[in-house]
């Protein structure tokens, strides 16, 4: 296969400074960085990171102010490591946004429904406050892990519902108790004409299959896939699945393309 070759993009991480750091979970800390983007940063869309040492890694961008990024990052390995040991004031270096963002314009045209997971719902928090017909029907581990609690009740407020749930129920939670899946049934999936699912990789794979099973057609699911990448801009095959780049190609993706990427990379399709 030939090597795609993207021009428009910056390849150089530009210099960046965290402007402050917010702790939001256990081990999940959101970094608001300022630099001089010149690109508009689309909901979905991700920016490679390079905490001056080891190596980029891509990360979603939750929400952008003027000239600042914020990002949601947990800690689960070296470099996201380095980057929770760093302090406001920092430098740091930042390259993007880059990929193919949510499909905003077929969004707006109905209801959605966002299924989420954990911290998947850094990558859609952009895409879901900008839709005015949006559910939220998100869980966690515990209450502790539910992320951005202080927007709930201005969501709330501008008539979005938000059905919140966890695995475990801790005492201070007397809310609904079971994995993200348990709030779906025919009714809420019937209401809505789009559905988009973010988060741990399994709690997509059943949270898609539920919502086909009760009768959302796969290219109205839409998902964000978190393959490994390198250099984040089609060029160096690392985040390669089937025929396309995560990278450029994703990392949205409806249900009926991922199915065929899959098919693809098992030899299915010729
Ligand atoms: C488009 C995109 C958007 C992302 N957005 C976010 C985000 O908003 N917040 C966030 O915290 N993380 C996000 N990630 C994942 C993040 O890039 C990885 O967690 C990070 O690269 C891990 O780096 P590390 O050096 O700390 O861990 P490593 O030492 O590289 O790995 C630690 C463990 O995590 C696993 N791992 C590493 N990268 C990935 C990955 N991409 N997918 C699955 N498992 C992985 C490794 O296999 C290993 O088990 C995103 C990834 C992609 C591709
Ligand atoms: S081609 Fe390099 S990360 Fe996608």
Not at 68 to 73: F, K, N, R, V
Not at 200 to 209: G, H, T, V
């Amino acid at each position: 296969m030939s090597m795609k070759l993207h021009l428009n993009f910056v390849n150089v991480p530009l210099p960046a400074r965290i402007v402050s750091i917010v702790d939001e979970a256990p081990d999940i800390k959101t970094f608001v960085i300022r630099y001089d983007r010149s690109a508009q940063v689309l909901p979905g869309q991700f920016v490679m990171l390079f905490p001056g040492r080891l190596w980029e890694i891509p990360i979603s961008v939750a929400w952008t102010g003027d000239e600042e990024i914020a990002l949601t990052i947990a800690r689960v390995g070296k470099v996201t490591s380095a980057l929770f040991q760093m302090n406001v004031g920092d430098k740091i270096g930042v390259r993007g946004p880059y990929g193919r963002p949510w499909p905003m314009d077929l969004l707006r045209d109905g209801r959605v429904l966002f299924v989420i997971g954990g911290l998947g719902l850094a990558p859609v928090l952009m895409a879901f406050e900008q839709l005015n017909k949006a559910t939220l029907v998100y869980g966690a581990r515990s209450s502790r892990f539910l992320l951005y609690r202080d927007r709930y009740d201005r969501w709330k407020r501008e008539g979005k519902e938000v059905l919140l749930t966890v695995d475990r129920a801790s005492e201070e939670w007397d809310g609904h108790v079971g994995v993200v899946t348990t709030l779906l049934d025919e009714e809420i999936v019937s209401s809505h004409d789009y559905a988009v699912v973010a988060g741990p990789p399994i709690m997509m794979k059943f949270a898609s299959e539920m919502l086909e099973k009760l009768g959302m057609e796969s290219d109205r699911i839409f998902l964000t896939l978190e393959n490994h990448m390198k250099c984040g801009v089609g060029l160096c095959g690392h985040c390669r699945v089937g025929d396309k780049y995560v990278c450029v190609d994703g990392p949205v993706f409806s249900l009926k393309e991922i199915r065929r990427l899959e098919e693809w990379a098992a030899g299915e399709v010729i």
